[in-house]
């Protein structure tokens, strides 16, 4: 049942930033990762970033030192800063969350977000 509001996408020239927003609402339980993923056309999810209930984080090693991921808890929601785009990076980016189904339960569950579109061209 969770949802998310995704914002921040745009076409952008090397060199220049973006900054994604997540917004999530609903059943998040437990030990919760978010984290944003990228997908270009004919390839599979890969992740960008992600960050944990301890605000550990991880990054792809394409992407450290030039994005920065971060949340802010009472708006339940999560950012993306990139920095020094390159065109490499052009990929719709989608918002995510695993967590536990339930309170009690060791299952985990996931979600994804709708998607913004990032393009970084000249």
């Known amino acids: 049942q969770v949802q998310f509001v995704e914002s921040g996408g745009g076409l952008v020239h090397p060199g220049g930033s973006l900054r994604l927003s997540c917004e999530m609402s609903?059943?998040?339980?437990?030990?919760?990762?978010r984290a944003w993923y990228s997908q270009a056309p004919g390839r599979q999810h890969e992740l960008v970033a992600a960050i944990n209930e301890n605000d550990d984080t991880r990054y792809a090693d394409s992407v450290k030192g030039r994005f920065t991921i971060s949340r802010v808890k009472i708006r339940n929601t999560i950012y993306l800063q990139m920095n020094d785009l390159k065109p490499e990076d052009t990929a719709v980016y989608y918002c995510?969350?695993?967590?536990?189904?339930?309170?009690?339960?060791?299952?985990?569950?996931?979600?994804w977000g709708q998607g913004t579109q990032v393009t970084v061209s000249s």
């Open positions: 609903g059943p998040i339980f437990g030990d919760s990762t």
């Open positions: 995510h969350v695993l967590s536990r189904a339930s309170p009690t339960s060791t299952e985990y569950r996931d979600f």
